[in-house]
């Protein structure tokens, strides 16, 4: 690394809160699927943000639509209506088949945003007693850092010290039915769980799993919430990760990618009266549904279905898929995914996944490693045939590889 970089990783050292380890690599571009750093290398970008530039680094008609938007008007507030929100409400629910729609600008916003919902709904509509609601949560589940998200966390890194924790959670496995079925009270206002748990490791639940909790959930007048924040807007090869099982969720959150990675916007999406519950002045935000927000996702959801962005995850991610099982290594514990959301695991005395995404740095690939043993691979949604096979060359070379 040249001065440079290792002077701006030093000044960030020492001045930035020291809540993330990013790998050593200072990005100044992006372009596609493709990224630079401050020396002029290139690098395939195989984490897309977590999913929030799925349309690509600094994709040309989001960011058209950005600056048009940004030399109008970008924010007023909620206390006034702005010629962008109606517009963004009228295509989201169009494109996902939602009723109301309720804008934020995080993920995390957008968890919050719902469990004050469906507990309103709980004690205003389902009729459980005030102070009673329960939500049932998942292990190894990832919602965001929160205080009230990190309470019912199961990872011991993002719970130690922060406590004390709001009650009205109870964490069941993920992917199993019983125990949801085992889990449900007269209290219980909602069940709310990742289609695929991308933090833990790219964790894809039993085929059957979600048509099954989706017939407990309405059997027990309980809200299925799905945080499609990572999986939606294409990433899985289908527009929302539930099509895979042919459910509807009750609620759904969007996010990262509703963007394409301009802007901080998220959403809750309801298919019945949960969010009708809401009053003016009981729930808001001064940036949520902002028109420079409206403007940009509108641009990053029209950009999806036009340029055929979720039917190309589905086709390269099966190309990828295809190619890591093919990838004959010792190292490799097991592969899964759907669509561009993908993951490697390694087994133990591989070694941490850390050190082989050091060395695929090397070898012009950006990935992120989670969980110790496990390397996640999600390029943006733009991804050709011939950059999956590019990367998939130094993918094997680098699994293979002696680190001993």
Not at 30 to 52: F, M
Not at 84 to 103: C, D, N, R, W
Not at 368 to 387: C, F, G, M, N
Not at 394 to 399: F, V
Request: proline share 4%; with cysteine.
């Amino acid at each position: 690394m040249s001065a440079s970089v290792i002077d701006l990783i030093a000044t960030e050292a020492r001045f930035g809160a020291h809540n993330y380890a990013p790998i050593g690599v200072v990005l100044s571009r992006g372009e596609g699927v493709w990224v630079w750093d401050t020396e002029g290398n290139r690098y395939l970008d195989c984490l897309s943000a977590y999913s929030a530039v799925s349309q690509g680094h600094c994709h040309p008609k989001i960011l058209a639509a950005m600056v048009e938007q940004a030399h109008r008007l970008t924010l007023t507030s909620r206390a006034f209506h702005n010629d962008q929100l109606a517009l963004f409400y009228e295509e989201i629910a169009a494109l996902t088949g939602s009723h109301k729609v309720l804008p934020m600008n995080s993920g995390a916003e957008a968890v919050e945003s719902a469990i004050k919902s469906v507990r309103k709904w709980g004690y205003e509509v389902k009729g459980v007693p005030d102070g009673a609601a329960e939500i049932i949560v998942c292990a190894n589940n990832f919602h965001g850092r929160t205080l009230a998200i990190v309470g019912f966390s199961t990872d011991p890194e993002t719970r130690t010290h922060f406590g004390p924790f709001a009650p009205g959670f109870r964490i069941i496995p993920f992917g199993d039915a019983a125990a949801l079925r085992d889990a449900i009270t007269p209290n219980t206002v909602a069940f709310l769980v990742e289609p695929i748990q991308g933090e833990a490791g790219v964790i894809i639940p039993p085929a059957g799993y979600f048509t099954e909790v989706r017939q407990l959930c309405t059997a027990n007048n309980v809200m299925l919430v799905l945080d499609e924040i990572q999986t939606g807007l294409g990433r899985t090869g289908k527009l929302l990760a539930e099509q895979h099982e042919g459910i509807e969720a009750d609620v759904t959150l969007l996010g990262k990618a509703l963007s394409g990675g301009f802007y901080p916007v998220s959403a809750v999406l309801s298919n019945n009266d949960v969010l009708g519950t809401l009053r003016p002045g009981q729930h808001g935000s001064t940036f949520g549904g902002n028109p420079l927000a409206c403007a940009v996702a509108r641009a990053a959801m029209r950009v999806l279905v036009e340029e055929g962005m979720i039917e190309n995850a589905a086709r390269q991610g099966e190309r990828f898929l295809e190619g890591l099982k093919n990838i004959r290594a010792n190292t490799i514990r097991e592969v899964r995914g759907r669509g561009l959301m993908l993951a490697v695991e390694l087994h133990p005395e591989a070694g941490r996944a850390r050190r082989y995404c050091e060395a695929l740095q090397g070898k012009g690939i950006l990935a992120k490693d989670t969980h110790e043993q496990t390397i996640r691979i999600a390029p943006p949604l733009v991804i050709t045939s011939d950059e999956v096979d590019w990367a998939l060359e130094r993918l094997a070379t680098t699994l293979t590889q002696d680190f001993s």
